[in-house]
């Protein structure tokens, strides 16, 4: 049967009892206005169109899409205080099409005796098959009930199409430490719902659960209840890191975000990549992951690092780093560390080569040395008729038109031409790239040639006639 905000949370039922300790720490401190609500500032910031909507009381179906903790359930019920409309509550775990007719039963009586508005919300909706999802679209589209499905899950793959374009979709972010840290705080200070200020937390307790916590909100709250639960046995009343170890049973590394541990480990880290030592990029990744440090930073340096160590050789490698990225982004943690290990072990075992950040800098220097020389005229874009007139575009050798899709052509301005800012390794790829770019490179230089001496030959010719 289908429940009503009251009923189904722990909150509201120890609230009515005048007993909060019999609620876990989290409920005690779930948010109850916007205002509250930490993190989460793209969807919830000033002027956003959540934010909008929830003030205006004019909020659509919705999609909350986030991992675990980042606040899913609270802004339901935050959207429910905030508006006029009553909350429903299912689970997808245990709910089936019954439930469902009977919230919309419920929704329509609602609606016609006391003109009011059902907030439907579907936990992990993502576990509704399609059958089930089918069942809810015509209440969604009617408007008898605006539906708020949470899900961990990407949405795009797990709800119907025909569901999914009803309902807006805000993707929820892992908390950042400091949205962590000021939970810890406020629920540490907090004489009503929260430890009424019994405890002093050291700042390496804070930031070992912090840290420690993957973004997850109620997962550092759950750490703190513990925390503090194991001090009030021992008779005390400073929460030390050791007790966070302890409540979140990860140890305390050696690991200071902006110090000299955070740059020597990710120096390692490269330096094992670049080393092809996949065993070395593994430990010093891991090393780094288990004591906080940000995934996104990580996989942006596996990126850099395709291109500048290695580049054509593998040309592979830069997509490698990029679908890392992508796929932490559509996973999140703890999963999306395997695809950030996959790539770690790839780019550590695939040939080397800092060609590309070589040619960079030839090419840079060359740019400042000679500022912007023209461009020659056959390589212009000639849109006008005055253009071709003057030259532009005139002489132009389109490659595609010759045999093997190459002529040997002049493409640097004339004073660059003597100049190599691109010379591959013998590594890889890269070793067939420089077997063609030789070959072409001898025929221009035969071009050349052939040119200086048919302009030598003209010009003894014309001193005959001069004679």
């Not at 980042?70 to 409309?85: D, H, M, Y």
């Not at 639960?229 to 140890?251: F, G, N, P, S, T």
Request: charged fraction near 30%; hydrophobic fraction near 40%; aromatic fraction near 6%.
């Amino acid at each position: 049967m289908p429940a009503r905000t009251g009923q189904t949370s722990d909150l509201f039922r120890a609230t009515a009892a005048k007993d909060l300790s019999l609620v876990p720490l989290p409920e005690r401190m779930r948010p109850r206005t916007v205002d509250e609500i930490v993190g989460q500032p793209h969807i919830l910031g000033p002027n956003t169109l959540l934010r909008e909507a929830i003030e205006t009381d004019q909020v659509p179906s919705l999609i909350f899409w986030g991992p675990p903790g980042t606040g899913k359930t609270t802004l339901a019920r935050v959207i429910a205080a905030a508006t006029q409309a009553e909350l429903v509550a299912l689970s997808a775990v245990d709910s089936g099409i019954k439930d469902i007719r009977e919230a919309v039963a419920q929704a329509e009586r609602r609606l016609a005796e006391h003109r009011q508005r059902t907030l439907l919300f579907i936990d992990e909706i993502h576990r509704f098959n399609k059958a089930q999802q089918d069942a809810l679209l015509p209440h969604v589209e009617r408007g008898t009930v605006t539906l708020i499905g949470a899900t961990t899950e990407n949405p795009s793959f797990e709800v119907i199409s025909a569901l999914l374009s009803r309902c807006r979709v805000f993707a929820l972010r892992p908390l950042e430490e400091a949205d962590l840290k000021i939970l810890l705080e406020r629920a540490l200070a907090d004489k009503d719902r929260g430890l009424k200020a019994a405890f002093v937390a050291r700042p390496e307790f804070l930031d070992h659960v912090a840290q420690h916590s993957s973004g997850d909100g109620r997962r550092a709250l759950s750490a703190l209840e513990v925390a503090a639960a194991r001090a009030r046995a021992e008779r005390r009343d400073v929460l030390e890191a050791r007790d966070a170890e302890e409540a979140l049973q990860q140890k305390t590394l050696l690991y200071d975000k902006s110090g000299d541990a955070h740059y020597d480990t990710i120096s390692a880290f490269i330096k094992s990549l670049r080393g092809s030592d996949p065993d070395a990029a593994a430990y010093y990744l891991v090393r780094m992951l288990e004591a906080g440090e940000e995934p996104r930073f990580l996989l942006r340096r596996m990126v850099i690092f395709a291109a500048e160590d290695i580049g054509n050789a593998d040309p592979r490698a830069l997509g490698v780093a990029v679908d890392a990225l992508r796929a932490f982004e559509l996973v999140g943690l703890p999963e999306g560390v395997l695809p950030m290990t996959q790539a770690a072990i790839f780019l550590a075992t695939c040939p080397k080569s800092n060609s590309t950040l070589a040619t960079y800098s030839n090419a840079r220097k060359a740019v400042l040395e000679h500022g912007p020389l023209p461009v020659p005229l056959k390589l212009r874009n000639a849109p006008t008729p005055l253009m071709k007139a003057m030259g532009y575009s005139g002489g132009y050798r389109y490659p595609h038109n010759f045999s093997g899709n190459y002529v040997p052509e002049e493409y640097l301005p004339e004073e660059l031409r003597a100049e190599r800012f691109y010379e591959p390794s013998d590594n890889g790829e890269e070793a067939r790239i420089g077997e063609r770019l030789a070959r072409w490179r001898l025929e221009l230089e035969e071009r050349r040639r052939a040119e200086e001496a048919a302009g030598a030959a003209v010009s003894a010719a014309a001193r005959k006639i001069d004679e």
